[in-house]
Structure formats: C-alpha cells, structure tokens
C-alpha cells in the first residue's frame, strides 16, 4: 500500500472493551515505561476485514499492546524475515489531549531501526521499542523520498515539537488522529511516530504480510 487508510468506526464499542479487558490482564512487558502485552486471541481478528480493505490476502504475523506516556522517535518496523510490511494501529483509549500519529512520506526500505536523533542512543534505546536503536536522523541516512527541505512549519509546530526542528530535515507527512474505533492502516517501512503527548495512551499494534 502506497498512502496510509484510515477505516473510521469500523470497530464497535464493545470489541474496544474486551481489547482493554484483554490487556488489563495480560502479562506486561517492559513495565513501568512502555507496558506491552502480546495480541493475544485477537492476533488475527482482523485479517478478513484488512484482506477485504486492502482487496489481497494479509495475514498478521506480529503485534502488541501499548501504554505509554512519552513520545515514540521516529522509526519503522519493517523486519524482512517475517515480511511484516502492513501496520494497522487500532486506538484503544487515551487520557487529556488527543494523541496524533504521524506517517512520513520518506521510506526506509531495509531492516527496522529507530533514529535517536539528537539524543543518546544508550539511554534513550529503551524508549524506542523492539526496533535498533541508531545514531542521528533519517536524513542522514539512505531513507527515500526526502524532501531535501525544511519540515513544514504546522506539522512540526502542531505535533512534533518535542523534537528538534532541524533533526526532522526532509521531511513530510500525513497526521492521523488516535480515536478509538477507527483503524490506521499504512505500509510499515514509511517512517512514524508519535506526536507530542501529555496524557497516557494504551493501543493494538497488529503487522501483517501478504499471503
Ligand atoms: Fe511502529
């Protein structure tokens, strides 16, 4: 898939609740800074309807829950040996502001990594999820796409503030809204994150290959 989809109240309410429930009382990973918990019975909930969206076969080969309360950096997660190309993020609940999610236009095409950015990739690697954490910025690498421009001042004044202007050089993107509900659905080698935040988020990340 080529540009992010989002399926708007596709999921009923009650399914937001068992997913909640589900992750209540799962086993957590990484407690304390980003709680995650694998899928559980829902890990192929969604192939049908996401084969359907996408009119091929999708089938999910790995995912999670999350809670957090800091901003993930930008990153992909794109992992060859299990093909995970497709990302469906489905909202579960959030406190104080609305949290965005941000899809770049720019793509990485090989293995997953997080850029630290300006930040020390040791101390801050443990924020950055299951992905490798790396040195500097996507434009300092061979990311795809890249504007070769400043980021657009709404973009970043809006959303992504908490990061230094200049380390998101070259790039663009699309701002989705975390509502439960709704589903994101993007290719997981465009590179993402999180915006500014100040409350706690809790979602389902489910990635799919084709087939
Ligand atoms: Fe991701």
Same mark, same amino acid.
């Given at each position: 898939?080529?540009?992010?989809?989002?399926?708007?109240?596709?999921?009923?309410?009650?399914?937001?609740? #068992?997913?909640?429930?589900?992750?209540?009382?799962?086993?957590? #990973?990484?407690?304390?800074?980003?709680?995650?918990?694998?899928?559980?019975?829902?890990?192929?909930?969604?192939?049908?309807?996401?084969?359907?969206?996408?009119?091929?076969?999708?089938?999910?080969?790995?995912?999670?829950?999350?809670?957090?309360?800091?901003?993930?950096?930008?990153?992909?997660?794109?992992?060859?040996?299990?093909?995970?190309?497709?990302?469906?993020?489905?909202?579960?609940?959030?406190?104080?502001?609305?949290?965005?999610?941000?899809?770049?236009?720019?793509?990485?095409?090989?293995?997953?990594?997080?850029?630290?950015?300006?930040?020390?990739?040791?101390?801050?690697?443990?924020?950055?999820?299951?992905?490798?954490?790396?040195?500097?910025?996507?434009?300092?690498?061979?990311?795809?796409?890249?504007?070769?421009?400043?980021?657009?001042?709404?973009?970043?004044?809006?959303?992504?503030?908490?990061?230094?202007?200049?380390?998101?050089?070259?790039?663009?993107?699309?701002?989705?809204?975390?509502?439960?509900?709704?589903?994101?659905?993007?290719?997981?080698?465009?590179?993402?994150?999180?915006?500014?935040?100040?409350?706690?988020?809790?979602?389902?990340?489910? #990635?799919?290959?084709?087939?």
């Amino acid at each position: 898939m080529n540009k992010p989809k989002i399926l708007k109240k596709i999921i009923p309410e009650q399914r937001i609740l #068992r997913h909640i429930n589900e992750f209540n009382n799962s086993d957590k #990973r990484h407690p304390g800074t980003m709680n995650t918990a694998d899928p559980g019975k829902y890990m192929h909930a969604y192939d049908d309807l996401i084969s359907e969206v996408l009119k091929t076969k999708v089938t999910a080969v790995s995912g999670n829950y999350y809670k957090h309360d800091i901003p993930y950096m930008p990153h992909t997660d794109y992992k060859s040996h299990l093909g995970n190309c497709v990302n469906a993020v489905i909202p579960l609940s959030y406190t104080k502001n609305q949290p965005r999610f941000i899809i770049f236009d720019q793509m990485w095409k090989y293995e997953s990594v997080t850029w630290c950015m300006h930040y020390d990739v040791k101390v801050f690697g443990r924020y950055c999820g299951v992905n490798t954490g790396v040195k500097g910025c996507p434009h300092e690498y061979d990311v795809e796409y890249l504007t070769n421009k400043e980021i657009d001042d709404n973009l970043y004044n809006d959303h992504l503030s908490h990061l230094k202007k200049e380390d998101l050089f070259g790039m663009s993107g699309t701002v989705t809204y975390f509502e439960p509900r709704d589903i994101i659905l993007f290719n997981n080698q465009n590179i993402h994150c999180t915006s500014s935040i100040n409350g706690v988020k809790l979602g389902l990340s489910l #990635r799919f290959k084709y087939g």
